[in-house]
């Protein structure tokens, strides 16, 4: 599958553990976006990162959460003491570059985060 | 700040019913305009864009065209099929260009025979 792999498709965590969500891209794709969608909203933009660099944080809360893209190895996600507020499905996307070609994201199934 | 309003779902046709799901947006300048799909068990993709005022973007039947005067780019089809079933989702580009996009909420397509 050449496509962008996210795993786990589904994280079941109790209140306080921690979570870490995975992101291959798809080959050739150094760009790595992650989007979040809570209940009955739509994604939200939550960072922006290149291979060893953070380009765009501003979507992420500023407390538990945090991301990488090393150079080798999937993108993580990883949401430290989870609430029951951090249930949501958790988008990646990549792309093969970041200015230029607006828009054209193309994105995995989803991460889905339940927090009892 | 960008945001997009999306018309709720979900919405359920017969096969070969016209669509219209619309989209509203507020933005500063001059952003390009998106409809993503999402066909059950699959990811997000692209289904088609429009970068300036009155382009019209297509594919697959499907079409929408940026009107800058009433802040619209709704999404029509003249006949719709089961394969059709999906959730759309209508974005908005930053200004300035760029891959960080703001989406609407989705709305849920389910097309019956």
């Known amino acids: 599958n050449a496509g962008v792999m996210q795993n786990p498709r589904h994280l079941v965590r109790r209140r306080g553990q921690e979570a870490r969500l995975r992101c291959s891209p798809m080959k050739g794709h150094s760009h790595v976006y992650w989007y979040r969608q809570l209940p009955e909203e739509g994604l939200k933009f939550m960072v922006y990162l290149q291979k060893e660099n953070i380009i765009d944080e501003s979507g992420m809360p500023k407390e538990r959460f945090s991301a990488e893209f090393p150079k080798e190895g999937p993108s993580i996600l990883r949401i430290q003491q989870v609430v029951r507020g951090d249930s949501a499905a958790y988008f990646c996307?990549?792309?093969?570059?970041?200015?230029?070609?607006?828009?054209?994201?193309?994105f995995g199934e989803g991460s889905r985060l339940t927090v009892l | 700040g960008n945001s997009v309003t999306q018309m709720e779902g979900p919405v359920t046709l017969s096969e070969e019913a016209f669509l219209t799901i619309n989209c509203t947006y507020t933005a500063t300048g001059y952003p390009s305009l998106f409809w993503y799909v999402q066909y059950p068990g699959e990811g997000l993709q692209l289904l088609l864009k429009a970068t300036k005022a009155d382009d019209k973007g297509s594919n697959k039947g499907f079409e929408a065209t940026y009107r800058k005067e009433t802040t619209s780019f709704h999404l029509e089809k003249g006949s719709v099929q089961v394969s059709d079933s999906a959730v759309y989702f209508c974005a908005l580009g930053a200004t300035g260009g760029g891959n960080k996009l703001t989406f609407g909420t989705g709305t849920q397509l389910k097309v019956e025979l």
């Open positions: 996307a990549s792309s093969p570059r970041g200015q230029g070609r607006a828009g054209e994201l193309f």
